[in-house]
């Protein structure tokens, strides 16, 4: 999850150094073995996809400005195989402030999983490496910067067994039950204990169950997991998205709960047919509205949401350009007990996706 | 940030940016999900990959704009791990993206 994947960017405490090198080291060692792969099919070159995107966001009066590059590599090996990892590099500045001119800068570099899948039918899917927890739907659905609405994630997004939002050990996933009218999704994961600085990882396990309803483009789902090390700890998670056919618009929402706090977030997003189809130019545009409330129920704050209860209202407009480019506005509202203030955010974000090299074409 | 990060970050923006202006080069037709099959048959596969990309792929994002046809595979892997596909699926997802 990218703001929790940001936190530790803000916190110093590791070295950076260290785990930039082993970063970019992981990410060049996947790319080397991507060299390597030797694919039967002429439409299953490996990929390079992501995103690559410029940020600024002025909260409660404090400017920062962000670039940032998310590479995605995948690779298939054979017919069930499949490799994939995604990084993340971000160099954030701010102004000084005072009298002090210049910006002050700092960065964080880092591999947001590295997993094998195996895909053995579709109701069996194993999955060993670093992978992307399961828990609700933000982390491994929505957190890529070319999928998200928001340039941040919601309150409640770091809220699972794991801070990082990432898991080290393996995960069993698939299709439980298939049929015309619905359908079950399932997974089930085990996460080892990790102090390494680029695979660091909390001992804990959990699922993930979701029921989908295509003629009503309506889907439910329950999460759960819990925490295996020191004070052991449940977190319950449950979420329901809705896409009417033919219109354009969604609604996405979840509620998460720990043993010190939770909270929910509903967010609705909207582009109209009414004019030319979603390519003319007013079909690109796509106004997005978030609300989302935590409230804590313990003065103990290790979960990663706010310290106090929180309300936040985000109100966005998005803009679809041709050719993968996206921009992201919005204005945000929050309100807690130690201050109100405002969050403004604008960012353009480019998604690309291409062959990780060049190959003759078949 | 020292200089030693500066350059390793600098490194690997360039590999990136370097690939992509290499891959966009080598890109010869764009991939892109067609509306317009040739035959029946076709237009019922087009018609059943459009319903798996509708039900599974789009809940969460839109078709990327354009794509090489060498990577059609490899996406479509990509979402049958992610969204739990039979091979079937598999199948008529590749045919939507490559009628």
């Known amino acids: 999850m990218r703001s929790a994947m940001f936190a530790p960017m803000l916190d110093l405490s590791f070295n950076l150094r260290s785990r930039a090198a082993a970063s970019i080291r992981g990410f060049l060692l996947v790319l080397g073995a991507l060299s390597t792969v030797h694919s039967g099919f002429a439409l299953d070159a490996p990929l390079i996809s992501g995103g690559v995107g410029f940020f600024t966001q002025t909260n409660a009066g404090s400017t920062t400005y962000y670039p940032i590059i998310e590479p995605l590599l995948a690779a298939p090996m054979g017919q069930h195989i499949l490799v994939e990892s995604r990084a993340s590099l971000v160099e954030f500045f701010s102004p000084n402030g005072g009298n002090d001119p210049g910006y002050n800068h700092s960065h964080f570099i880092g591999l947001t999983y590295l997993q094998s899948d195996f895909i053995a039918s579709r109701h069996f899917t194993l999955v060993a490496g670093e992978y992307l927890i399961p828990f609700n739907t933000y982390n491994d659905r929505l957190s890529p910067i070319w999928i998200s609405n928001f340039q941040d994630g919601p309150l409640i997004a770091n809220l699972s067994f794991s801070s990082t939002g990432s898991g080290l050990g393996g995960m069993l996933r698939g299709n439980a039950i298939q049929r015309n009218k619905y359908s079950v999704d399932y997974s089930y994961y085990y996460s080892a204990r990790s102090v390494n600085a680029q695979f660091g990882a909390s001992k804990g396990n959990g699922g993930r169950a979701s029921l989908y309803l295509p003629d009503q483009h309506l889907e439910m789902g329950l999460s759960y997991n819990r925490l295996l090390q020191g004070t052991h700890e449940n977190f319950y998670g449950a979420h329901a998205w809705w896409e009417p056919k033919d219109t354009g618009f969604r609604l996405r929402s979840e509620f998460g709960r720990a043993h010190h706090a939770q909270g929910y977030w509903v967010e609705a997003d909207y582009r109209t047919k009414a004019f030319g189809g979603l390519d003319s130019a007013i079909g690109r545009i796509e106004p997005v509205f978030r609300i989302q409330q935590t409230f804590r129920r313990d003065n103990v704050v290790t979960d990663g949401l706010p310290p106090v209860n929180t309300q936040r209202a985000d109100f966005g407009l998005d803009y679809n350009f041709p050719h993968n480019v996206r921009i992201l506005s919005s204005y945000a509202r929050q309100f807690s007990s130690t201050g109100n203030h405002n969050v403004w955010e604008t960012g353009i974000v480019y998604r690309f996706l291409f062959p990780a090299w060049k190959g003759k074409q078949q | ?99």
Request: with cysteine.
């Open chain 2, 1 to 99: 940030m020292n200089s030693k990060n500066l350059r390793l970050m600098a490194l690997v923006v360039a590999l990136v940016s370097a690939l992509a202006v290499s891959a966009q080069q080598s890109i010869a037709p764009q991939a892109k999900p067609s509306k317009d099959p040739a035959g029946k048959q076709s237009t019922q596969k087009q018609d059943e990959g459009e319903r798996v990309f509708q039900q599974h792929c789009s809940r969460c994002h839109t078709a990327p704009d354009g794509f090489s046809p060498r990577i059609a595979g490899t996406i479509v892997r990509h979402m049958r791990v992610r969204a739990s596909l039979s091979q079937h699926e598999e199948e008529e997802l590749l045919h939507f993206f490559n009628p």
